[in-house]
């Protein structure tokens, strides 16, 4: 798997980062190649396409979790995986 297609670029301010976290993910929202290749489960290439934005989300705020509260959409879908995450984990 390509880690670059799955870098958000660095930004400026929030606004503009919100931007960019909603705009990675509706992008990568339905990567095609899935389709292509045998035996790769969308389920495992969903959830390393959400870590990767929490990598770089996390990067670019200083280490600060996306808020459930967000205005925006997509770090509001991105806090909800992070907390379904947690909850998976603690089993």
Request: hydrophobic residues 25%; glycine residues 4%; aromatic residues 8%.
């Amino acid at each position: 798997m390509n880690d670059s297609k799955f870098k958000l670029p660095s930004v400026t301010s929030k606004n503009e980062q919100e931007r960019k976290v909603a705009k990675f993910l509706q992008d990568n929202k339905e990567d095609t190649r899935i389709k292509l290749i045998p035996g790769v489960d969308k389920n495992e290439v969903n959830w390393e396409r959400n870590y990767q934005a929490l990598k770089q989300y996390l990067k670019d705020n200083g280490g600060k979790y996306p808020s459930i509260t967000s205005k925006d959409k997509a770090v509001r879908s991105l806090a909800n995986w992070v907390t379904n995450q947690k909850q998976a984990y603690k089993g």
